[in-house]
């Protein structure tokens, strides 16, 4: 229980660094639900209530959160919580009702003076980083295509499957779409034992874990990926070179591996 507790406290950190908002949102279901004069109201303050309860109860953190990649990715429940427009009813009905309209204007003036100092600017220097790029993405995802899109050409073979940690792997599908994918999106990540042979692949691709299996080959193999994208400290490379694997990159950490070996069978005919 008391880990279910910690994730509920470090998701609403997380979500809410200024927990500002989350305080006038609790305030705008209170006043919905003891106004209560409309349907909507009463949905829109009920709803609310229910979902921030339900996210607040330990054991569905237990049972959910821990399903949602292993907690990190608790917060995506928040989404079911109408924080801007809980606000925003809650302000737009209390402005209009003011009879006087000297009042109205120091009721707006109040609730986005709350607002401004309640919430977190999203362009400090502690929050916000610049882009690398105008695409917007990590350089070394854009080196990676590069790199293999130079090489593809080189070597006259169209067909390119990339192996990389999970978040060069999401933004080479963004960016570039003739570089495939070694896996598609699966809630099966990395937690659990490392006898599943699955967890076991994620956990040594983005080097949580080292390959003391030595199976990367044999996973560049069943997943028909002719591309490896890696650290230098991950220790693939020995294996790589038994593998008759050839380096293509090695620069600041970072290596990209070509296997020549490995052709595309199981989408065969989208490379005639």
């Known amino acids: 229980m008391s ?12 979500a809410y660094p200024a927990p500002a908002l989350l305080i006038y949102a609790v305030a705008a279901i209170v006043f919905l639900l003891t106004r209560r004069k409309t ?8 709803g609310a209530l229910a979902v921030l309860l339900v996210f607040l109860f330990p054991p569905t953190a237990l049972l959910i959160g821990q399903r949602m990649r292993g907690g990190t990715v608790y917060w995506r429940f928040l989404w079911l919580l109408p924080i801007t427009v809980l606000l925003a ?7 209009t009702e003011a009879k006087k309209r000297l009042l109205r204007i120091a009721a707006a003036a109040v609730f986005a003076a709350l607002l401004v100092f309640g919430g977190r600017a999203v362009y400090r220097s502690d929050v916000f980083e610049n882009a690398t790029s105008r695409d917007k993405l990590q350089q070394i995802t854009m080196t990676t295509a590069a790199v293999i899109n130079q090489h593809a ?3 006259g073979n169209p067909y390119k499957r990339l192996m990389a940690p999970v978040d060069v792997r999401c933004e080479i599908r963004q960016f570039d779409a ?3 994918s070694c896996v ?17 692949f994620n956990r040594i691709i983005d080097g949580i874990s080292p390959d003391y299996k030595h199976k990367i080959r044999k996973y560049m193999k069943y997943y028909e990926s002719n591309y490896l994208l890696t650290r230098t400290s991950y220790g693939f490379a020995a ?4 593998g008759g694997m050839e380096k293509i990159y090695d620069l600041d950490g970072w290596e990209i591996w070509y296997a020549p070996k490995i052709k595309n069978t199981k989408h065969a005919d989208d490379f005639k």
């Open 89 to 95: 009813y809650a302000a737009v009905t209390l402005i």
């Open 153 to 155: 050409a080189e070597v």
């Open 178 to 180: 003739t570089i495939l």
């Open 39 to 46: 349907d909507e109201e009463k949905v829109l303050g009920t």
């Open 3 to 14: 880990e279910s507790i910690a994730l509920i406290r470090e998701t609403l950190h997380a």
């Open 239 to 242: 294996d790589l070179e038994a």
């Open 184 to 200: 598609g999106r699966s809630f099966h990540g990395t937690e659990g034992d490392d006898s599943d042979s699955y967890v076991y």
